[in-house]
């Protein structure tokens, strides 16, 4: 026989409630365990990945180029920034700051005249 529905008592029908209640706080845990996971999934499988073998891979390809002795070349620019960086390491080595001022300025006008 196909049984007959009926209407819950007060106290089936708290239950059911209560069962309602449970049950969505456990989806809405679920789901935010899953979108915690996938993040840190991500960083496993991907990131640690490439953050692994990047460095090898870029020396690799460093060392495999021919450009190698271009890229270590030390442009125009850097050189006249390291020669006015020793002069001026020169010129603060003298003793007296009135030898110091006569020789800065013997360098900023050699500066600014080229030489």
């Given at each position: ?19 309602e209640r ?35 891979e870029l020396?690799g390809q ?54």
């Amino acid at each position: 026989p196909v049984p007959v529905a009926r209407r819950l008592s007060a106290r089936e029908q708290r239950d059911c409630e209560v069962i309602e209640r449970l049950i969505k706080s456990y989806f809405l845990i679920v789901r935010k365990n899953i979108q915690d996971s996938v993040p840190k999934a991500v960083m496993h499988f991907l990131v640690n990945h490439v953050k692994d073998t990047l460095q090898s891979e870029l020396v690799g390809q460093l060392y495999k180029s021919l450009l190698l002795d271009d890229l270590l070349t030390e442009s125009e620019d850097m050189a006249q920034r390291r020669k006015e960086a020793a002069d001026m390491l020169k010129v603060l080595k003298i003793k007296t700051p009135n030898e110091q001022l006569i020789k800065l300025k013997h360098i900023k006008s050699a500066e600014i005249s080229g030489i």
